[in-house]
């Protein structure tokens, strides 16, 4: 008798074993599902970035980066894709030794980390307001008293809309018909002193002595960090349109036109990064920043003008 209670037991215990098991079996099913727009699971975000061919869709897009004269790399940039759309980052850390790579990793990873879960992004501004602001806060706790921060820049795509997020002076572009538009402002003097020339703050004269002032007047990390740079409102895109964001070690080379001749060769967008670094270091001086340009495309049958 006690035999025959004991295999009962055993049996018991195996039916709620394999029910336990299916139920897993079950519940991963249902997360993997969620996260790729084909029910596979979306790649782990690595160091430097994906490779198009490892996106659910394919993406066509390029990362290049040079240090200039500087002894250290302190850009980073990522571009990312999921069911939500495509997000690029790119991130120039300012500070001496290796405070610069420290304060720009931890803003690429703010933004990138935060994006992660998002299977739609309904308010992307509302988002870029609320990682820019942890990114700073991150950065203040992460350095203390040392001098330092990072320019942020942020691009995110969905559908036949663009919109983008800035802190410093790194600049956002937008590649159409064989012209570079310019979308971003940037937070230079030059550009400050501007708006308060418009705003009656400055005199005319005043504005001008400003105009060749190009330090940057805000970034994540420093003390009054002020409010970021969105857009208006989102760029609607068009077919063949390419965006494209270039750091301080790039725009400060490299003048739009030389930018527009070298998209106007065509090819992949990896390429036209690299040809546009290596443009950037054929030029003479000894006093060149970190440079880094993202250069990704978009295929869309989306209509409109911003």
Known sequence: ?????????VALLAVLLIGLILARVAALGEFFSK??????????RGESGREPDSFPTPLDYGIAQTTGNRQLQ???????MSSAGILAVLADGIGKENTGQV??????????DAYEPYRELHNPEYFFRTVFGEAHLRIQRTIGVRYGGACLAAAFVSGAALHYALAGDIRIALWRNGELIPLSKGHTLDV???????EGKLSKREAVWSM?????????????FHEIELADRPVRLRAGDRVVMASKGIWQE???????????????CQKQAAQAVGEAEKKPGGDKENGSIVVFFVPTSGGGVR
């Open 1 to 9: 008798m006690t035999g025959i209670v004991d295999m009962e037991v």
């Open 35 to 44: 996260d790729g727009a084909d029910g596979k699971p979306l790649p782990n």
């Open 74 to 80: 302190a850009d980073r940039a990522e571009v990312s």
């Open 103 to 112: 304060c720009a990793q931890i803003g690429l990873d703010t933004v990138l």
């Open 192 to 198: 400050m002193a501007v708006q308060a020339y418009e």
């Open 212 to 224: 060749e002032e190009k330090r940057c007047w805000n970034y994540l990390g420093m003390d009054g």
């Open 254 to 268: 490299l003048s739009w036109a030389e930018l527009e001749d070298i998209l106007a060769e065509g090819g992949g």
